[in-house]
């Protein structure tokens, strides 16, 4: 008897070994083991890679809407737990691991997580001391970013009054644990930094689990701290707890409580170190005081002050006598002048023409004024004037 042969296309093939294997319970929900190899993300987000192990290979596929919810970064050579269906990729005929969930072997998500990311954001500086604010000494206003109740925002609150009632302080209550939390932390920041709302902020909550504290672990609110330009005090969780804001904000508190203590300044301490500096203010002041008093006393006693009118008298002789001797001086000076001044008028008398004159010259001239000293400056008939000793005549040329 012959057998009959089933003749099928390579398409019909593929779904119906499709089929088989979608409809296998065991199948439908997996969890497998394996390192990662040839991991490709996805421009669209979905993460293709390989799963294998020392004897097989298994390709995979995380499409986009199962890996948002990644708490880590896969990479190449990391041995993993994943979750999914099995089934046929038709088109290749090659079966395949559908990931729905993944999670690392051996090392929860949420450290594999927090390790990357503090990694990643130290390689980018943001942890680096350069860019760290230093905290005011005296804040005027205090912003407070934590949930509306619980015993962290009452602490701070409580620490903050009791130290610096000085101070305002300005709550922006946030959810701090939950899908929007990070975001609202983050916006809480921004807001405070928009307005320039305080001079100092304090961001934290109360103790917890890693799952609890984990806002505080996302890469939005670790770049909404370091972009502040309001200093920021992290305060999340106990003094053991590390969490990445910590590391990117400009001061680690340990706690809540402690994170208020840092933020202000003791009141009381100032009022006493007031009270100091006011106590030796006067002391100060009074020492000199004293000081210049004995200081003044002995400058009365000195001989100097003791006899000043002797002094006065003593000043006004020696300026009578400095007066007498100036107006000798000037007289003998204005004497010794005239004398000179006499001998030379004399010479000069002794070179007038007046003087020849009167030893019986005369002076010649045209009646233009032209001095003669010539007989061809005139001619026969031409009018001159002579000037004698005691005047001047008028002449006619005859020859």
């Not at 089934?87 to 090392?107: A, C």
């Not at 106590?279 to 002041?285: E, K, R």
């Not at 005081?289 to 200081?295: H, S």
């Not at 003998?332 to 007046?354: E, Y």
Request: net charge neutral.
């Amino acid at each position: 008897m012959s057998q009959e042969v089933l003749t099928v296309t390579v398409t019909q093939l593929n779904n119906y070994v499709k089929r088989v294997l979608e409809n296998n319970s065991y199948l439908k929900n997996i969890w497998i083991k394996g390192e990662i190899s040839n991991l490709k993300q996805h421009s669209s987000g979905h993460v293709y890679l390989t799963l294998k192990d020392e004897g097989s290979v298994l390709r995979a596929v995380m499409f986009r809407s199962s890996a948002l919810s990644l708490r880590f970064l896969p990479e190449n050579g990391m041995k993993i737990l994943a979750r999914g269906r099995i089934s046929v990729y038709e088109r290749d005929g090659q079966y395949q691991l559908y990931i729905e969930e993944m999670q690392p072997d051996g090392i929860g998500a949420l450290h594999i997580a927090y390790e990357q990311l503090k990694n990643k954001l130290s390689e980018e500086g943001l942890f680096d001391e350069r860019f760290k604010k230093p905290i005011p000494k005296y804040p005027e206003t205090i912003g407070v970013i934590t949930a509306a109740t619980g015993a962290a925002v009452r602490d701070i609150i409580n620490v903050l009054k009791r130290r610096y009632p000085l101070a305002e302080i300005k709550l922006r209550p946030v959810t701090v644990q939950g899908e929007t939390s990070a975001r609202e932390i983050a916006n809480a920041i921004s807001l405070f930094n928009e307005h320039k709302l305080a001079d100092v902020l304090i961001v934290g909550r109360g103790g917890g689990s890693i799952e609890d504290l984990w806002s505080f672990n996302e890469e939005i609110v670790a770049r909404a701290v370091f972009a502040s330009d309001i200093p920021i005090i992290s305060a999340v969780g106990h003094e053991t707890d590390f969490t990445i804001c910590d590391f990117v904000a400009d001061l680690r508190a340990p706690t809540p409580s402690a994170a208020a203590e840092i933020a202000v300044p003791s009141a009381s301490s100032l009022f006493e170190k007031i009270s100091s500096v006011k106590t030796a203010l006067i002391y100060h002041m009074n020492h000199k005081i004293e000081r210049n008093l004995q200081l003044l006393e002995r400058m009365m006693r000195s001989p100097a002050l003791s006899s000043f009118d002797g002094l006065i008298s003593d000043l006004n002789m020696r300026l009578a006598q400095a007066e007498k001797s100036l107006e000798q001086a000037i007289e003998t000076k204005l004497k010794q002048k005239s004398d000179s001044m006499a001998m030379l008028l004399g010479k000069l008398d002794a070179l007038s023409p007046l003087k020849v004159l009167s030893r019986g010259y005369s002076l010649a001239s045209t009646k233009d004024g032209a001095l003669l000293t010539s007989k061809t400056q005139v001619n026969t008939g031409d009018e001159i004037s002579v000037r004698l000793n005691d005047g001047s005549i008028s002449c006619e040329v005859k020859g």
